[in-house]
C-alpha cells in the first residue's frame, strides 16, 4: 500500500496524517475522453443565428488555440438540429480541430460537440 506523510503546517511531526497516492490513469492520444466544462473551454451557441454561431465559434477556437487550449465543448443545443448540423460540418473543416464527438450522457448528451483542437 503506497502512503505518503503530509506534514501539518506547524511541523509537528505527530498531526502528520496517511494519505493515498492518487492513482493517475491514461487516455489514448487519438481518443476525447468525458471532458469537465470550464468558461475556459466552453463556446456557447445557444440563442445565435447559424452564420453568427460559427464565427463565434471560429473566433473563440481561435484564441482558445493560441491558449493552449487542447479540449473544448461546444454548445449548440438540440433545437431542430440545424445549428447541430452546421457546427459539426464546420468542425469537420475547421484548421483547428483535430477530431471531434458527440457530448457523453455527463457533458450535456447530443447538445454538444467536443472537439479536440491540435
Known amino acids: 500500500k503506497d502512503l505518503y506523510l503530509i506534514p501539518h503546517r506547524s511541523g509537528d511531526k505527530s498531526k502528520q496524517r496517511d494519505y493515498k497516492k492518487p492513482v493517475i490513469t491514461g487516455i489514448a492520444d487519438n481518443m476525447i475522453g468525458t471532458t469537465i466544462q470550464t468558461?475556459?473551454?466552453t463556446i456557447d451557441l445557444r440563442g445565435k443565428r447559424v452564420d453568427e454561431a460559427l464565427a463565434?465559434?471560429?473566433s473563440s477556437m481561435d484564441?482558445?488555440?493560441?491558449q493552449g487550449i487542447k479540449t473544448v465543448i461546444i454548445i449548440h443545443g438540440h433545437g431542430t438540429g440545424a445549428m447541430k448540423q452546421a457546427v459539426r460540418e464546420a468542425l469537420k473543416m475547421s484548421i483547428y480541430v483535430r477530431?471531434?464527438?458527440p457530448g457523453e450522457m455527463g457533458e450535456g448528451g447530443d447538445g454538444v460537440s467536443v472537439a479536440s483542437l491540435r
Open 63 to 66: 484564441r482558445m488555440d493560441r
Open 39 to 41: 468558461s475556459y473551454n
Open 99 to 101: 477530431d471531434f464527438r
Open 56 to 58: 463565434f465559434m471560429n
